[in-house]
């Protein structure tokens, strides 16, 4: 019988392997500083090993294979440079596709006066949208804004305490009910809360949900109908929590959240860990969704803009 | 007896080493004297504490006497959460509050249970991240002090290529047990389990199907193998193409598939065989790499399609065909118009052709890692 697969202890063997041949390779590679048919498949490897996903990678490198016997490029170093050029140009389109003012809220114009900016949070179980909202509100508090939080996962155990305990950390008031509650009706009345306040973004905090689940995404929906009442303007942002080690899963629950509720940005999350999270390239590409931040640990300061540069360099790392 | 196609063999063969490779059904082990002692470990996000409970749960419905223990005292409310569960279940939890270090609760857990309250207690572990040394040291340390009698590792099914680096580093440092796959109700193929599964060699001991608390399933390798192959109706299919094949055949075209080198007269020849093997919307997607291939075409035209990719291969020359990097730009050029098609169609059939190429080079040298990500839409 012919065996496709290694048994566990020879694969495992072969699997740091191909790891650790793979670099000598590509620094010899680099060393030789010569374009092969190694070097092309060393960089496929590279790119499908950072999650960016076999049809993304497989495109991307046909198209500079063309370009670059089309210019005569004969230098690895200076291929690398127009893939990751190429990569940046991929990120880049979606920002000004979608061009949102949520990193910059000076220049944001408030719709309504008076009425907070509403940020909707969602994202699938784990993604670290609750973690994301503490250090998303951090990050308004230091441009002197006022936020009020809405805790509208009324579904997981204890998911109003988390924020709760985030919202005491960072000193500002939580709209909660109780557990089971209506989630649309947390959001409307801490949107009536955050008006009377005068707080200048409320962040709704929601349930994580898998993408596949048609009555929680039908939810989700309601959430922001329920919003508009109060504001038709509003959501004025939707962020999608996405974790950093989602392989092309992440592909497919950025076009479930995005039909559900119209996404302007992702929040990529546990760029901490060793994931490169490639796969928001495909992202990208096909939905135009811009990321506006990171989340790089657990604590509340470990959050950035969004900088396409460093996610490249990042891949090649 | 009608021979296998090349088709039906790779499909049947994959499915087969899938189902090896994902291992035998393993329930958790309970043998030797109570209290038994199972350490749940992972990432942030992976679902240890829900699992956690849905593990209680089960355990007590066949006669066991469970013990939460709450040993995550890091994230904020993660003790509320895990008491939550334990109240909505009436299983009672062990919590010191978050000022006493996991490795002395679940040590204190663990005497608690000894005097026979208690026969089985599972510790509901802080995520982390497998580089972060302080708390991997810390993770040992709770495993030197309870000294855990499983040790599972809670995997999101909708992990990516670390999933590899993850368990292993997580094996390394806390001599794993086995595994839980979570998430599994949602669309993600799933194709984690598998890589992880095979570099830590441990048996995968449940799935988790939903955020409810009994939404925990046994693990069936049949199952998720045809998750993995993303079909659904694979196993029929399987089981139709063995009803109609004779096994010496199928075995002699599947050898001559992987040890040729495949060339686009192989690919014609496999775009035919889809051609001959009926309603092609039910084959879509059968053959690792030619969903890829087909993905794009409607069902109907795709007759259409085939006699295009035909017109293009024999524009080709003999070289061409069996060399086809060779094809540069001015060649492109002179197929494109010698088969009445543009180089842009050009193109594409080489990059179809050469996805699928790198499938087969991958088969040949069995290198999993290699597969795995050229299945299509495996989930990696
Ligand atoms: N290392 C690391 N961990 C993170 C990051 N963001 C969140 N986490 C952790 O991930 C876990 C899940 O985070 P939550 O914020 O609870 O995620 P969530 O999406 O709100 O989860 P649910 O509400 O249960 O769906 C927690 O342990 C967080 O501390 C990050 O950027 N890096
Ligand atoms: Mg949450």
Redesign the pocket.
Known sequence: MVSFFRRPQQLKESLTKTRASFLTRLTSLVAKNEVNEEFWSGLEETLIGADVGVETTVALVDKLRVSAEKEHVRETTRVEEMLKEELRTILAQTTTVQQSPISNPSASLRTSLQSPRVVLIV???????????AKLTRYYQAQDKKVILAAA?TF?AA?IE?LQVWGKRVGVDVVAHQPGADPGAVAFDAWQAAHARRADYLIV?T??RLQTKFNLMKELEKIARVLQKNDPTAPHETLL?LDAVTGQNGLQQAREFKKATPLTGLIL?????TAKGGIVFAIAKELQVPIQF?????GID?WAEFDARELVEGLFE | MRSLSPAQTVVKIVNEELIKTLGEPAKIDLSGEPPHVVMLVGL??SGKTTTAAKLALQLRKHQQKPLLVAADT??PA?IQQIQTLGNQLDIPVHSEGNTVPPPTICANAVKRASDGAYSVVLLDT??R?HI?DELMRELEEVKTKANPQEVLLVVDAMTGQEAVRVADEFHKRVGLTGLILTKVDGDARGGAALSVRAVTGVPIKYMGVGEKTDALEQFFPERLASRILGMGDVLTLIEKAQATMDQEVAQKAAEKLLRAQFTFEDFLEQLQQIKKMGPLSQLLGMVPGLSQVTKDLPADVTDKQIKRVEAIINSMTREERQRPEVLNGSRRKRIALGSGTSVQEVNQLMSQFKQMQRMMQQLKSGRMRGILPNIPGLGL
Request: hydrophobic share 25%; charged share 30%.
């Open positions: 994202g699938v179980n784990g993604s670290g949208k609750t973690t994301s909202i996962d997981r998911a988390q905090d349930a994580g929590v999350t546990k760029l901490d860990g990171i989340g790089t640990g657990e470990d | 942030q996000g890091r994230r993660a802080a995520g991240l972060d």
